[in-house]
T-cell receptor
């Protein structure tokens, strides 16, 4: 159990368009999901913490109007990159905590989404 | 702000040798320290973790040590095998009873085990 699915795995878009990435917990409820950005050969940079039913908490330096996060249900969080530009090209990965195992601390990661903005 | 430093960034070892990766954290409130392994093209997966109330934890060939005073924690892999080759990330977090917490990840270590 505790599988997180992320979709799409790869997306290519034109500059100026918006792209939505979905993160779903398939077999558990996730009250908290995290969105990360990973640059090549770099670490996981936390972008925002998404809590079901409330506004996301963004990390310093992350534009909330640029990276819209919605966590409308206990199994789904979405990240929308608005008016994408080439510098937004990156690997975006989500993770979730199992609401039934909140005291274990374990994060369950999605497969990641590689965004390329032309 | 909170910060986690990880060293080395790359590590090559001969098969059968040991590998050690070290991390230092800045937030003294951190009480949970997981290690994640990310194989090429795959998602990170938890391999071992340690809480601040213990100094060492072992699981077969993998062990983690924690020095709260120095704010250091380390991953030790013994008898390395080619399948251990991956990127390893340490993280520090402050688990609270409500289950809400934030992870700060280290910069990652690319381990290569040479056959």
């Amino acid at each position: 159990g505790a599988v997180v699915s992320q979709h799409p795995s790869r997306v290519i878009c034109k500059s100026g368009t918006s792209v939505k990435i979905e993160c779903r917990s398939l077999d558990f409820q996730a009250t908290t999901m995290f969105w990360y950005r990973q640059f090549p050969k770099k670490s996981l940079m936390l972008m925002a913490t998404s809590n079901e039913g409330s506004k996301a908490t963004y990390e310093q330096g992350v534009e909330k109007d640029k990276f819209l996060i919605n966590h409308a249900s206990l199994t789904l969080s979405t990240l929308t990159v608005t008016s994408a530009h080439p510098e937004d090209s990156s690997f975006y990965i989500c993770s979730a905590t199992h609401s039934g195992r909140s005291n274990t601390g374990e994060l369950f990661f999605g497969e990641g989404s590689r965004l390329t903005v032309l | 702000g909170e910060n986690v430093e990880q060293h080395p960034s790359t590590l090559s070892v001969q098969e059968g040798d040991s590998a050690v990766i070290k991390c230092t954290y800045s937030d003294s409130a951190s009480n949970y320290f997981p290690w994640y392994k990310q194989e090429l093209g795959k998602r990170p997966q938890l391999i071992i973790d340690i809480r601040s109330n213990v100094g060492e934890k072992k699981d077969q060939r993998i062990a983690v040590t924690l020095n709260k005073t120095a704010k250091h924690f380390s991953l030790h892999i013994t008898e390395t095998q080619p399948e251990d080759s991956a990127v390893y990330f340490c993280a520090a977090s402050n688990l609270v009873t409500s289950g809400t917490y934030k992870y700060i990840f280290g910069t990652g270590t690319r381990l290569k085990v040479l056959a």
